[in-house]
């Protein structure tokens, strides 16, 4: 069987990119330490009470307004993207964009932790898909027992990557895992046409064009997660969050690699 999980003494580029290449996904065990977790828990759950108590500075603003991706993307502050307040779905969730603006003043110590995701193994595996990739934006993913998340999609027909770094433990369904179908990511021709008939025929309020309508949920697979665990994806693939239960949680950070050029 194709290798998946990989220790970063031991990274093999080569036969990451293979597995890379044929499933959608790697997962890299222990990419941080405890203590590096911890720096970064604490600071986190501080932003996130902050957050909770509406307290904006000249690095943090907080929106329940719903803007776009790229627009928030490349914010220049750190914005709380309250995403249960703009739609039906993705209850309890906070997506916060480019916390390393607050993190820099606040947590300097966790923005430099942070940085590390900008690795040149990990860019040296997109650009073997585009020159042009590079690091991007990053996000925290706070979700507060997500119910109702956003439908099972794609971000893109074009290669688009994100790293998922757990800060929780995120190796129990209960916390709502981020979940993708293997090899999806491969059905380009599919991908396309479902994307077209989204956005010409089906396309209504509250969905989007990259729905993945011609996908079965129950075909997900969730990636579990520990503390420290990261899950580097190619966003191609179909994927989402599974719905949290008894009170599950979980707190992520999310680095992109993506092409200067535009995605769908």
């Not at 590096?36 to 957050?51: G, P, R, V, Y």
């Not at 925290?140 to 999609?153: A, K, Q, S």
């Not at 064009?209 to 665990?229: V, W």
Request: proline share 3%; charged share 25%.
């Amino acid at each position: 069987m194709e290798k998946l999980y990989f220790e970063m003494h031991s990274f093999n580029e080569k036969v990451a990119y293979d597995s890379l290449k044929k499933h959608g996904f790697i997962i890299i065990k222990n990419f941080f330490k405890d203590d590096e977790i911890n720096t970064l828990s604490e600071s986190f759950k501080a932003l996130k009470k902050e957050i909770n108590s509406q307290k904006e500075s000249s690095n943090l603003v907080i929106s329940q307004k719903k803007q776009s991706y790229d627009v928030l993307a490349k914010s220049k502050v750190s914005v709380a993207d309250i995403r249960g307040k703009q739609e039906k779905f993705d209850n309890n969730f906070i997506d916060v964009f480019n916390p390393h603006h607050w993190l820099k003043e606040r947590f300097p110590e966790s923005e430099k932790i942070c940085h590390k995701l900008n690795n040149h193994h990990f860019l040296s595996l997109t650009k073997k898909y585009s020159t042009s990739m590079s690091a991007k934006n990053s996000n925290i993913y706070f979700h507060d027992g997500v119910t109702n998340p956003r439908t099972h999609h794609i971000d893109s027909v074009k290669p688009y990557f994100k790293i998922f770094l757990a800060i929780s433990d995120q190796s129990d369904l209960s916390c709502g895992p981020f979940a993708v179908i293997p090899g999806s990511h491969k059905k380009k021709i599919k991908n396309y046409l479902m994307c077209q008939v989204n956005s010409k025929f089906l396309r209504k309020k509250g969905s989007s064009s990259t729905d993945a309508i011609f996908y079965k949920k129950k075909n997900l697979e969730p990636l579990l997660l520990l503390p420290g665990d990261i899950a580097f994806c190619d966003q191609s693939i179909v994927h989402g969050a599974m719905p949290a239960f008894d009170n599950g949680k979980r707190i992520t950070f999310v680095q992109t690699y993506n092409s200067s050029k535009e995605q769908i």
